[in-house]
């Protein structure tokens, strides 16, 4: 265990996490929200730092990162635990094994191993993913910070409910961001992940401000979040925070705790991907239907095809110095 960050003493041995907006008021010997942050006789302490549960090296597509290095492998890492609980949650397997009563913490792996296994495995990033980085703040922080003396990359794969202050904190060695923008009511976001929207506003604009390279993901459930009214506020909120930022609009499929909810059809991704251009967003893309209308990435001036994909994987990169062929129209992004 290491003593946490981001908290206060109260009266009574209670303590107050300010690591996220839930600010959970913790009693003795009790834990967070996020099930991984225990009060111990007065003391914070987090219970997954140094312990991974889940490694692996992954194209930078996959996290989803269109215009961040393309074509690069990152190094995956994360702890059990979230600040979440969604419905539909992919990894509830890890993510939500404390809330579930799984006893998983994983295996010991101090930051410098994360650091060596991650330059020994050619790989160009080191992303905190699959659960929610926030909540293993500590561990993140001190990988990060040794990757970036080793030139290593950081990315949070993040569904963006962190305070402004650990934000800050970790911005130097934080280079990108995919952040879940699950939907744009408050009824979505307490009904289905538990937590509120705003904060997840507020924390687009902050890592944004802070100069680090975003890209947002939305995942299209049936009937929950993929009216054309709603995706039309969540791409010009996303156009207003930069029309620049990538917007990946995803395929859901039945899981955890939603299973009564069909796949997503392809058509309501084109649809989205369509409001998103109607919106001014230089670059929307459609994922988890390989194949699909929406994988490559396209000048946004001429709409020549600068980068081809299917799925994952890169057919073809036409960029050149960063710029498109045809017209000579800067890409937006980093390492394009």
């Not at 967003?281 to 020549?304: D, Q």
Request: glycine share 8%; hydrophobic share 35%; net charge neutral.
């Amino acid at each position: 265990m290491k003593e946490a960050s981001f908290y206060k003493k109260l009266d009574g041995n209670d303590v107050q996490c300010v690591l996220c907006p839930h600010t959970c008021r913790i009693p003795n010997q009790k834990t967070g929200i996020c099930g991984v942050r225990k009060n111990i006789d007065g003391v914070l302490y987090s219970l997954v730092y140094g312990k991974a549960v889940a490694e692996h090296a992954d194209p930078i597509e996959k996290k989803p990162l269109f215009n961040f290095y393309p074509g690069s492998r990152s190094y995956s890492v994360s702890t059990v635990g979230c600040n979440f609980s969604c419905l539909h949650c992919q990894n509830a397997e890890i993510s939500q094994a404390p809330r579930d009563g799984n006893v998983i913490m994983g295996s010991d792996r101090t930051p410098e191993e994360i650091v060596d296994t991650a330059l020994a495995a050619g790989c160009s990033s080191i992303s905190y993913t699959y659960t929610e980085p926030t909540i293993y703040f500590e561990y993140a922080y001190e990988t990060a910070r040794l990757a970036s003396q080793q030139g290593i990359r950081n990315v949070f794969v993040s569904n963006g409910y962190i305070n402004r202050e650990p934000l800050e904190q970790i911005s130097p060695y934080l280079d990108a961001a995919n952040i879940d923008l699950k939907g744009f009511s408050e009824k979505f976001y307490t009904t289905v992940c538990k937590a509120k929207l705003q904060p997840v506003l507020e924390s687009i604009y902050a890592y944004r401000k802070l100069g680090i390279w975003i890209e947002i993901t939305t995942l299209l459930i049936p009937d929950f979040n993929d009216s054309p009214d709603e995706l039309r506020q969540i791409a010009s909120f996303i156009a207003a925070v930069g029309n620049d930022v990538p917007w990946h609009v995803t395929a859901f499929y039945p899981t955890y705790r939603l299973l009564d909810k069909p796949r997503t059809p392809v058509q309501t991704l084109l649809t989205a991907r369509r409001i998103g251009l109607e919106a001014g967003l230089r670059y929307v893309y459609t994922g988890n239907v390989p194949g699909a209308e929406g994988e490559n990435t396209y000048c946004y001036s001429c709409g020549n095809v600068l980068i081809k994909r299917v799925g994952f994987s890169i057919v073809e990169n036409r960029t050149a110095d960063g710029v498109c062929p045809a017209c000579k129209t800067p890409v937006d992004g980093s390492g394009i």
